[in-house]
């Protein structure tokens, strides 16, 4: 048996040993040591030093506003990067080198298969019952409308269920859905479905009330999905006050008659790669502790924030822990994704050629929802990790950002938290975030400095930590 097999074995076999936290007996066994929970509490304290040289050296030394300024340069270089474009394809060369010359051990590109889709030029207009030009974005993958466009009444509905009532009245229209904005997983589905849900009820185009929490008349792109027998539409977002407009207009019984023009047009897939850089691990290098965000955006703003925040703080961790001379015991690996705004597609390639390798993984961490101040850490994992990382936690009191909540998750970690291994995100302001998320306002004026130094100092703190304990993250 291989040394990596007996590791997994023994892996396996940890949760016989698992008991209860309260009565401080044996939580983790390994290598025939035991360990209580007040064993582990005591040696996560002994970081207690170590994390605030962390928090010092980003909140209030030469490296505070780092990350923030690294962003800049890049957005302000080489602007929003698309799936599949060239802008994508600088960035990441951008970065590869300057991870290199940032002094990151075992920087490399691996490559994968990605989307390539082009919205080209579009518009709407309202011809009845006044002119008014409406903003629109298409949405990610959609078919493009003739050249002559398409001109047709508009079905207005405010749910998928008032559709599928009302499908009869769909047929040779475009429907406009004013679904109302209750939360971010909820309401995103009339942006993935739309499409399709219109088609199989004969409507000609779909327009769909941007999911926003707030709107200055902006258009929120994002993907959408089409599925297979039923026929493809276009598809585009529009701003929430136009679709509350064309709703009062309904009320009060006016015809809309809307003509959209989209050259939006979808091409064979191109190569593209995620970035890797690495602090090896000084003691059990073949353990990972992942830290991660996504290098791609949409094709407008800067994609600053969604997830250029994400990808620099997870930089700045590694920057962070390399600068205070830290080698921690398992290897700290940060990986900027691909195509993750078509579905993770970069991340999934990876978790494929990775996950032969899963059970030295510890955690799995991903920033995709804002680098504002955030309220804490979001975790998933076993009972015992979760109070582990509680204890973890309680070193970022210098910053009184302590808490930790459930449900850890990012696009491109989920397919390693849904296989067992722990993972963590960042809580932030989501009220914010979707004001800004896939929108023209999406740039580096929406970042703060100060607040990404915090979440920075967070991130590194706990990856360094987690990397550097004696012991993996027990798993359930």
């Not at 023994?10 to 040591?33: A, E, P, Q, W």
């Not at 939360?183 to 926003?212: D, H």
């Not at 998750?409 to 809580?427: C, H, K, M, R, Y």
């Amino acid at each position: 048996m291989t040394g990596k097999a007996m590791k997994f074995l023994l892996f396996t076999c940890v949760g016989v040993h698992l008991l209860s936290l309260i009565s401080g007996k044996t939580i983790y066994r390994n290598d025939m040591s035991q360990r209580t929970f007040q064993e582990i509490k005591e040696e996560i304290a002994h970081y207690g030093d170590v994390a605030k040289a962390i928090i010092n050296l980003a909140v209030y030394g030469k490296a505070q506003n780092r990350s923030y300024e690294r962003l800049a340069l890049l957005v302000d270089t080489v602007g929003p990067r698309l799936s599949g474009s060239k802008n994508l394809e600088k960035a990441i060369q951008i970065m590869y080198q300057s991870l290199k010359q940032d002094g990151l051990e075992n920087v490399h590109l691996e490559p994968v298969k990605i989307p390539h889709w082009e919205r080209g030029e579009e518009s709407a207009v309202m011809l009845e019952p006044r002119m008014h030009k409406i903003a629109i974005l298409g949405l990610g993958s959609s078919i493009g409308t003739p050249p002559e466009g398409i001109t047709a009444e508009v079905l207005l509905v405010t749910s998928f269920d008032e559709l599928q009532r009302r499908a009869a009245e769909a047929r040779g229209k475009i429907v406009v859905y004013n679904q109302p904005y209750t939360n971010y997983s909820q309401t995103v589905q009339y942006r993935i479905q739309g499409a399709v849900e219109a088609a199989k009820a004969g409507a000609l185009a779909s327009l769909i009330r941007s999911v926003a929490s707030f709107s200055i008349y902006s258009p929120h792109t994002g993907v959408q999905e089409y599925q297979d027998g039923v026929p493809k539409i276009p598809t585009a977002c529009i701003t929430v006050e136009d679709a509350e407009m064309m709703s009062r207009m309904v009320s009060r019984g006016s015809r809309i008659v809307i003509q959209l023009k989209m050259e939006a047009k979808n091409y064979p897939d191109v190569d593209s790669f995620n970035t890797v850089a690495e602090i090896i691990g000084g003691k059990y290098p073949e353990q990972v502790v992942l830290v991660s965000g996504h290098l791609d955006s949409w094709d407008v703003g800067q994609g600053a924030m969604d997830d250029g925040g994400g990808a620099f703080i997870s930089w700045e961790a590694l920057s962070l822990i390399k600068d205070l001379g830290l080698r921690p015991k398992r290897t700290l690996r940060l990986v900027l994704w691909t195509a993750e705004e078509q579905g993770g597609i970069g991340a999934f390639q990876y978790y494929q050629l990775h996950k032969a390798n899963i059970s030295n993984y510890s955690l799995v961490m991903e920033s995709d929802s804002g680098t504002f101040l955030p309220s804490g850490l979001q975790f998933t994992g076993s009972e015992k990790a979760r109070a582990i990382i509680k204890e973890v936690m309680n070193l970022l009191q210098p910053v009184n950002i302590t808490q930790v909540f459930g449900d850890g998750e990012g696009t491109d970690i989920s397919f390693w938290i849904q296989a067992g291994v722990p993972g963590a995100s960042l809580l932030d302001d989501l009220y914010k975030y979707f004001s800004f998320h896939h929108s023209r306002g999406d740039t580096i004026t929406v970042m703060d400095p100060k607040q990404m130094n915090v979440a920075a100092a967070i991130w590194a703190v706990v990856s360094y930590v987690v990397a550097d304990m004696e012991e993996m993250l027990p798993r359930s």
